[in-house]
């Protein structure tokens, strides 16, 4: 599934920015710019993921970002605008893990598990193909990290989950 140059380039420690830098997405001078931005905002406790950060530095489009990673890890983007996530769905990963790693669980049945990714590394996607593997085949999806964060916000995924009498 995944090339062997790329799966040494991960293992070796390249990150997101060495995948676009390669990719020719964005110049050594933006990735340089981007990352002394991202250490001045988790200094401040605000750190971002650092496509986030280019795209809205103005560096790069969702759409590059998007291409970019596909292409590189060889993976279908799917698109989380109109998803409604479940609650019971994401305890499959743990809320936890999911919000770290900006997952979203889009589908389980008997025998397949469908996860949308906003930042796939290989590290991420070999446990959670250890954790499900066994029983259900894993298919990854690379998302729009806008639309994931947007997924792991919602606070009204359940409307039983409220208690409005305390």
């Not at 109109?82 to 305890?91: D, E, K």
Request: proline share 4%; net charge positive; hydrophobic share 40%.
């Amino acid at each position: 599934m995944f090339p062997y140059p790329a799966t040494q380039q991960v293992i070796a420690g390249h990150s997101t920015g060495k995948i676009l830098l390669d990719s020719g997405v964005i110049s050594s001078a933006q990735l340089r710019a981007a990352l002394r931005r991202n250490k001045i905002l988790q200094d401040t406790g605000r750190g971002k993921s650092l496509g986030v950060l280019l795209v809205e530095m103005g560096y790069i489009t969702s759409t590059s970002y998007l291409d970019a990673l596909s292409q590189y890890y060889d993976l279908p983007v799917i698109s989380l605008r109109n998803f409604i996530p479940s609650l019971s769905l994401q305890a499959l990963v743990g809320h936890r893990y999911a919000y770290r790693h900006k997952i979203i669980v889009y589908l389980n049945s008997n025998n397949q598990v469908k996860l949308a990714l906003a930042e796939p590394t290989l590290l991420v996607m070999d446990e959670l193909n250890k954790t499900f593997g066994y029983t259900k085949k894993v298919d990854f999806y690379l998302a729009n990290p806008f639309e994931v964060e947007s997924c792991l916000r919602r606070k009204d995924w359940d409307p039983y989950s409220h208690n409005f009498y305390r």
